[in-house]
């Protein structure tokens, strides 16, 4: 079921790029006229993000509002800082964690609204489908 889901978001997010309209509360519209509603690409980001456990065990050090350099997610989840400097790319592109700048260190903090949109906008199309 979790991979047919997966393929069913993916070509929803699809669509949504293919035809260059807005996607999220417009389709949400769209889909209470009886069509099918497509997930916006932000969110379709925000599956991407989830997929991999080392990701969802980078999530979990966010918890309670934590600020965090790529250095020390390397060292508490046990990965190579370009592993880690990565992997937290893909939590910001997927509306997961968001970023700040102090002198020299990059500080990552979850993205609560951000994440809070996604999931509403997931919902939406898992309420249409299911």
Do not use: W
């Not at 309209?21 to 099918?36: E, F, L, N």
């Not at 999530?59 to 997610?73: I, P, R």
């Not at 592993?83 to 997961?96: D, F, K, V, W």
């Amino acid at each position: 079921m979790a991979e047919v889901m997966g393929r069913d978001a993916e070509q929803a997010a699809q669509a949504c790029s293919d035809t260059g309209q807005g996607c999220g509360a417009a389709d949400r519209a769209s889909s209470q006229a009886g069509q099918p509603p497509r997930l916006a690409e932000r969110t379709h980001d925000f599956l991407k993000a989830l997929a991999s456990p080392t990701r969802q065990q980078i999530m979990l050090l966010f918890a309670h509002g934590a600020e965090l350099s790529v250095n020390e997610v390397a060292e508490r989840v046990g990965i190579g800082q370009s592993t880690a400097s990565q992997q937290l790319a893909l939590l910001r592109r997927g509306g997961i964690v968001t970023s700040r700048r102090q002198g020299k260190v990059v500080l990552y903090r979850g993205d609560k609204e951000r994440t809070a949109q996604a999931l509403a906008d997931l919902q939406n199309y898992l309420k249409f489908c299911c």
